[in-house]
């Protein structure tokens, strides 16, 4: 692929991946990982692709600050995840991660099953072994792919009754974990000058096209709402599946 089909590719998925996040919360590194990843290599990708993502998340958090009286079990979730998260960043270059993604893959699409065939899975809500495996999982997938939305994406949807406090659950954990994953890229020195410019320039355009998904997403009902988020994870099985094998 060519240098300029490359950043063009890279632009229209910062703009649909900024949209998304906007409207649900999530779909930004789901996104613009993959498509930078075929154009620049997927270390770039994920160095990249983590300040703007964090400027998102963090525009999402104050936007929904107003549910944080409901806030059980994040600490521990959080916490959890920036641990994994933190091991992930450390040990990332002997990490396959394409075990990783196979997981996520198996996870995101038995998930999606569930969704389209709710009688085959009755326990939606899972027990304690989720509330550990998920952070764990995500925290990892962030600072190893970069990408843990479908992992915490579905722990949060069916843990939450309204987009406000299913966003603010899930940009609390990705806010945590991101802070925590650009501390350790800038310190293990994965960010030369040309990347920190990269990524500072995409910030403005990603949280542009966050307010607007912003505006859609607060028309929708918690029916729509919910389809959405499940599209949007089940859309990500198809670059994950071609990054995976």
Known sequence: MSEPA????????????????????????????????????????????????????????????????????????????????AVGALTRSGIDEKILIV??????????????LPKAMPS???????????????????????????????????????????????????VVVGIVRLFLLVAIGSFTYDRWLASIGLIVLGLAGRAIGSRVGRRLDRTHFRRIVVGVLATSLIPLTLQAF
């Open 6 to 85: 490359a950043i063009g590719l890279v632009m229209a998925s910062l703009v649909l991946g900024a949209l998304s996040s906007g409207i649900v919360g999530l779909g930004f590194p789901i996104v613009v990982i993959p498509a930078m990843a075929l154009g620049f290599g997927l270390e770039i990708a994920v160095v990249v692709s983590a300040l703007p993502a964090l400027a998102i998340d963090l525009a999402n958090l104050l936007e929904t600050w107003n549910e944080r009286h409901d806030a059980r079990g994040l600490v521990p979730f959080g916490a959890i995840a920036a641990a994994s998260g």
């Open 124 to 174: 939606r809500r899972g027990g304690k072994a989720t509330s550990v495996v998920a952070p764990v999982l995500g925290g990892l997938l962030q600072s190893t792919v970069g990408i843990s939305s479908p992992v915490t994406g579905t722990y949060f949807l069916n843990r939450t009754n309204t987009r406000d406090a299913f966003i603010f659950h899930l940009t609390s954990t990705f």
């Open 103 to 116: 997981v996520l893959v198996i996870a995101v699409g038995g998930f999606v099953v569930n969704e389209f």
